[in-house]
């Protein structure tokens, strides 16, 4: 059993074998190494595909800001200059917020939020703001003392913020009761938090957190040809997919050059961009609406049986335009979540929620209670190889410091290890 089932997320039926969708279809991927700035617009086929230049006579996701909590975004490039806000550094490492030490979270910020100036990454949602947060990686903990609870406090830092949207391009193997508090917190203050399901399906196929958690948007990847990409980690826990495969990245902390990319974690920001267009056009509506418009005009292939939900692309591809061009999906009550079918982040338009929902509804079955955490579960062989994706680039190891835990009077190093979603 899942940890999504455990906490109360309905089984589901019916499209757990497929894979395939025809929603978005484009021609084939490129597979250039590397690529100049000037050249990054070019692999960003999925504009096209979702209808874009439509989409932004209506709106660009002016008045909406994303929380992207990850490795830094740097506001100096041509493509961010002017849209990203003040944010805060909860790895308490050297320097700050806008200090990316690898280049991933400017990516997702560009990938949400991007103008496109000067050859850059054109954002699906331009006219949006980003709020970094930059939580630390495992080559960083080895260089500095960082903080042991940036995840955790990144989140309820973006839950206490403007920011509408929370964007978690990142994953890992261990379940955390208090960062799975930490999500809950967020969706009951009325935000939106969207995480990458993970990278391993080709792998082991583990489910991954924050993705896990039921108060997350658990985010899958697809490829130009609209099916489920063969890495996008799958399973009953899987909300929505976007495309994730053929997208530009820059290519290290250097931000010099863009690379050719693939992963859940661009999907991620590619799915938060759409929500933002979504509230954008519908300021008045709570999160709850915004996401159960997103499931309903999601991309759903000729075979998809309705009322079911894929374990691979969950209710479907993201497409905002429908929504906004056409006026697919219906909101629905404001207070009650898609995600659990509870009331949970309530209120109106982007204020919503009051904290205290975030706690199970004292009616609900045993079965909803998160699981317990046995000590130990968190551990890993210290000194594992790399990992590295299909594309020959590296996936990027993100956690918490290692913390001690004491069990039965002795205490024992766990290492908590994050990888880019």
Request: aromatic share 6%; glycine share 12%.
């Amino acid at each position: 059993m899942t940890a999504r089932t455990i906490e109360g997320r309905a089984a589901r039926r019916g499209l757990g074998t497929v894979a395939a969708l025809v929603a978005l279809t484009a021609g084939l991927a490129g597979t250039a190494p590397a690529a100049h700035a000037a050249d990054a617009q070019s692999n960003q086929w999925y504009l096209d595909a979702m209808n874009a230049e439509e989409i932004w006579k209506s709106t660009t996701g002016q008045g909406i800001t994303v929380a992207v909590i990850d490795t830094g975004v740097d506001p100096s490039t041509t493509s961010l200059k002017g849209q990203v806000l003040k944010g805060w550094d909860a790895a308490e490492a050297e320097g700050d917020e806008t200090d990316d030490y690898t280049g991933h979270g400017t990516t997702v910020a560009e990938l949400i939020a991007g103008t496109g100036a000067g050859g850059g990454i054109k954002g699906l949602a331009p006219g949006a703001k980003v709020i970094p947060y930059r939580v630390s990686d495992t080559e960083l903990q080895d260089e500095q003392k960082v903080n042991a609870f940036d995840m955790r406090e990144a989140i309820r830092a973006a839950a206490d913020s403007d920011a509408q949207i929370i964007n978690v391009s990142m994953a890992t193997d261990f379940y955390n009761s208090e960062i799975r508090k930490a999500v809950e917190y967020a969706q009951a203050k009325g935000k939106l938090l969207f995480a990458g399901t993970g990278n391993n399906a080709d792998k082991v196929n583990k489910i991954q957190y924050p993705a896990g958690y039921a108060a997350a948007v658990a985010v899958g990847a697809t490829g130009k040809d609209g099916k489920v990409a063969p890495y996008s980690t799958h399973g009953d826990f899987v909300d929505i997919a976007a495309p994730g495969t053929g997208v530009p990245q820059w290519c290290d902390k250097n931000l010099r050059s863009y690379c050719v990319a693939k992963g859940t974690s661009y999907a991620t920001a590619i799915a938060s961009a759409s929500a933002a267009l979504i509230w954008s056009k519908n300021p008045d509506w709570t999160a709850n609406q915004v996401l159960r418009v997103m499931f309903e005009s999601a991309g759903r292939g000729e075979d998809w049986k309705e009322g079911t939900v894929s374990n691979y692309l969950g209710h479907g591809i993201v497409r905002p335009g429908a929504h906004i061009n056409r006026g697919v999906g219906e909101p629905g009550d404001p207070g009650i979540s898609p995600l659990t079918n509870t009331k949970v982040g309530g209120g109106t338009g982007t204020a919503g929620g009051d904290a205290s929902s975030a706690t199970p509804d004292p009616s609900a079955p045993a079965s909803s209670q998160a699981p317990a955490e046995e000590p130990g579960d968190d551990a890993v062989v210290a000194g594992s190889s790399t990992e590295s994706d299909d594309s020959g680039l590296p996936v990027w190891a993100i956690g918490a410091a290692a913390a001690v835990v004491v069990l039965a009077g002795g205490a024992f190093a766990v290492v908590r290890k994050r990888r880019s979603a």
